[in-house]
């Protein structure tokens, strides 16, 4: 049996999709071709503005499929895909990112439609269906949270965790269930040691109503696969390093969560750590990389059990 590109489920061999997933994510019955060649697209380094970042190494490429419905195609107008190659510095980092937003999923953190697809010369890239394009046309207005603090993109790490819970207590719609999600969100980011999560990879988005909520997760990376090093890109109570069970007690009170919430929170997530091992072990990465992914999960789970466990007292 094979896995799934899209669901990581098993399929039969010779197969590299399951239907029901590829459905899902682009509306037809085969896995639609990729015209496009990883050869001919230009190599991204790694760049160094200031701090360590893989953000450079992440060509993204906006795709749409073809009036037959069977051929993704680089796309001007109507563009529902972004597609992610491979890079050259960095291995297996699309299977990184279709794994952890695996991992997200199954922690209760809203993603979009995701999974990874062959290229024309056999390369592995990773694509996400836009969440800003609704199936009925048009444009959701989405502003990330650089925008929204008045910063320019340069400054998107000039920022800290407490700002973007001061964001969507601000601008959210219904701000206590919105900062809550957000909560959720940075645990897991710290969990999976995502050190690239700076005000640009957060976001709200606006339905057709006018109300304001946050965006589905997107951008979701292991870095300390490849910079075991690496800090949070954002602080959180003034550390970007060893955090510990009270670091997230204070973020959580400073979001306005009580105790209880805050260990609701944690347990549903420390909940599931075995099905998260699982996940890796189920994914594309390479061995080694689903070592390393694992043995990062196992270090931080302790503070997330503590966490967790504040709920019983």
Not at 140 to 152: I, Y
Not at 264 to 272: D, I, M, N
């Amino acid at each position: 049996m094979r896995r799934c590109l899209i669901s990581l489920r098993e399929v039969p061999d010779g197969t590299t999709a399951d239907p029901a997933a590829v459905r899902g994510l682009f509306g037809i019955d085969d896995l639609p071709k990729v015209d496009i060649e990883l050869a001919k697209l230009h190599t991204f380094g790694l760049a160094m503005v200031g701090r360590r970042t893989l953000s450079g190494v992440q060509r993204k490429i906006s795709l749409g499929l073809d009036v037959d419905r069977t051929t993704l195609q680089v796309a001007v107008a109507g563009r529902q895909y972004v597609l992610k190659p491979p890079s050259e510095t960095f291995p297996d980092l699309p299977q990184n990112e279709h794994l952890t937003m695996h991992l997200a999923r199954r922690c209760g953190v809203e993603v979009p439609s995701f999974g990874l697809l062959p290229m024309a010369d056999g390369a592995t890239a990773y694509i996400v269906r836009r969440f800003d394009r609704p199936d009925g046309g048009g444009k959701l207005r989405q502003e990330d949270f650089c925008q929204l603090a008045g910063k320019m993109p340069a400054e998107k790490y000039d920022a800290s965790c407490e700002l973007c819970a001061r964001l969507v207590l601000r601008f959210a719609s219904e701000p206590l269930i919105e900062v809550r999600r957000l909560f959720r969100r940075v645990l897991f980011c710290w969990w999976t040691g995502n050190g690239d999560m700076h005000l640009k990879n957060y976001s709200l988005l606006a339905d057709a109503a006018g109300r304001h909520a946050l965006s589905p997760a997107y951008d979701l990376l292991c870095t300390r696969l490849y910079l075991p090093d690496d800090r949070l890109a954002l602080p959180l109570g003034g550390r970007d390093k060893a955090l510990t069970a009270r670091h997230w007690r204070d973020f959580a009170a400073y979001c306005k969560l009580t105790p209880r919430a805050a260990a609701r929170v944690a347990a549903e997530l420390f909940g599931v750590k075995d099905d998260l091992v699982a996940l890796v072990h189920r994914s594309f990465l390479s061995s080694e990389l689903r070592q390393a992914y694992v043995a990062g999960l196992e270090a931080r789970a302790p503070v997330v059990g503590e966490l967790a466990r504040d709920g019983a007292r």
